[in-house]
């Protein structure tokens, strides 16, 4: 019987542990889609105990804690961080299988080199232990990120955010560069028209000017992607229950804005015009400047209404939806596409009946012109776990060049989240390693090792075009 979660943990044959230890674990890390707070990182933040390192925000520790009986006041209430702590750690043994349970001792692992199970009775040392070690100068958030050989990291940003802390990062010299990613969701969703209003008022505020027709909006819009190029942005995401791709006129998306913007409700159909139109012209915008566009499409989100009301957006109320996918997403890329005006493009899916319509329909928008221009992005937020990883990786194997593939990221608000890049490394080895044993692969490790350093960290850091020192992107000679 082998120990739980040893150095071998995920890699089943010897040349997995061979593609793992001499490839893929020294590999540096690009997180090229979170959401951590760059205020935290500017701060350099020291948190005070292991709860608010682990707890707040974490929305996949709530769900579980919620399904195991646990009081909401120990979730997002006002119970002590110490008690909360205990009611996650009386969680913690019921969320066998559960990639909670791998994520959370990798995580005391990697950080606090404790090698306990967390259980009950062994709160208390374990929350004593590394509350003491946070509280180190060792521990601040910018100490966490180099504790990982992170390299790179992209936060997730409105169009109206001034980036101030992207800024002072940037001045103060931090050897990680913290970088924007532009989130322009809020400046598409005109289904509630006070709310469309209400952010339109932040927009002009930020673009300082005003805003009285739909030229005016695409006007402040515009400026505002400037201004984030002009702070390092060349990424943008988009995270939709779908593509929208519906037909529309200038003069029709003029009407519907002036429409929301006297305070009128646009029709279904009116809005699914205008999100159509703000996507193309978004699109096209990142395409002039070489950016790379991601889309995050498939979430029903905020499904419990009552604690939506009580508690807000992003505290655990989401789950995967069935949005249909394949003909507007073939749509609006070939829209772009035969404009020549499609950019490097990242898709994500949520359901995983859509993993080999996504693999496929990446196919129909790779011209040669970039390796790997358009990628089927790896798996997400409920399919970020070892099945959904496997699947991903063996559906775009098959269906598409997994060599391409840019690689893992957290998506995650914790600073403790990025073992995830190891997990994904391991399960990756594996694949490859058995398959060499079984024969299906050739036994040539220096080039399967090379596709996996690639895949771990390479191919992101070309893909992107970002210029790090030459030193950090290869493994030592072996």
Known sequence: MKKFLDENFLLKTKTAQQLYHEFAKQMPVIDYHCHLPPAQIAADLQFENLTQAWLYGDHYKWRAMRANGVDESYCTGDKPDYEKFVKWAETVPYTLRNPLYHWTHLELQRYFDVYEV???????RIYDECTAKLQTPEYSVRNLLRKMNVKMVCTTDDPVDNLEYHQQLRNEGFEIPILPAFRPDSAMNADNTVAFNKYLGRLESAANTSIGTFQDYLDALKSRHDFFASNGCNVSDHGLEEVYAEDYSDIEIEAIFNTVRSGKD??????????????VQFAQWDWERGWVQQYHLGALRNN???????????TGWDSIGDFPQA???????????G???????????????????????????????VAGKVQWGSAWWFLDQKDGMIKQMNTLSNMGLLSRFVGMLTDSRSFLSFPRH??????????????????????DIEWVGKVIQDICFNNAKNYFGWKLKEKETHAPSL
Do not use: Q, V
Request: net charge negative.
């Open 327 to 337: 003909r507007s997403l073939s749509k609006f890329l070939s829209r772009l596409d």
């Open 266 to 279: 646009l029709t279904d159909l009116e809005k699914r015009k205008f999100k159509s139109a703000m996507l």
């Open 422 to 443: 190891e997990y994904f490394r391991r399960l990756l080895c594996n694949l490859f390693g058995e398959e060499i044993e079984e024969g299906e692969l050739p036994d």
């Open 339 to 369: 404009n020549d005006k499609l950019t490097k493009t990242i898709i994500y899916n949520l359901n995983p009946a859509d993993n080999e319509l996504m693999a496929t329909m990446i196919g129909n928008f790779n011209d040669g012109s």
């Open 304 to 314: 419990n209404s009552r604690m939506l009301r009580e508690l807000g957006p992003d």
């Open 118 to 124: 967390l259980n009950a009775d062994s709160a208390k």
